[in-house]
């Protein structure tokens, strides 16, 4: 599997930013899905899952209400929609996938996931 995050950018804090994660395999909706970022000296951390189907989805505390996962199994792709963007938002954002045989499950920690994409850098301004 890969995947190629793309949608980054710069935004001002309070705006919105919707990111995208492309993936290639012919069994898109068999693979749960995670967002996960990484600031610079810090720890890569979990921002959001959503299971294989779609049908269920789980965030981070700091993320909820706020961040919105979905994908297209039609199209092979999981979106990040980001609303209400702080400053502390800034980072690269990986999307990953690992191979889901349970269908309404969603997985939060990295090591559970098999497939990395590159990332995508999002920068909040103050």
């Known amino acids: 599997v890969q995947l190629q995050a793309s949608g980054g950018g710069l935004v001002q804090a309070g705006g919105s930013l919707r990111i995208s994660c492309a993936a290639s395999t012919g069994t898109f909706n068999r693979y749960a899905m995670g967002w996960f970022r990484q600031a610079p000296g810090k720890e890569r951390e979990f921002v959001a899952a959503?299971?294989?189907?779609?049908?269920?989805?789980s965030y981070a505390d700091s993320m909820k209400g706020r961040f919105t996962i979905s994908r297209d199994n039609a199209n092979d792709m999981v979106y990040l929609q980001m609303n209400s963007l702080k400053p502390e938002d800034t980072a690269v954002y990986y999307c990953?996938?690992?191979?889901?045989?349970?269908?309404?499950?969603?997985?939060?920690?990295?090591?559970?996931?098999?497939?990395w994409g590159q990332g995508t850098q999002v920068t909040v301004s103050s």
């Open positions: 990953a996938a690992r191979w889901s045989p349970l269908y309404g499950t969603t997985w939060s920690v990295k090591t559970e996931y098999h497939y």
């Open positions: 959503i299971s294989r189907g779609g049908s269920t989805t």
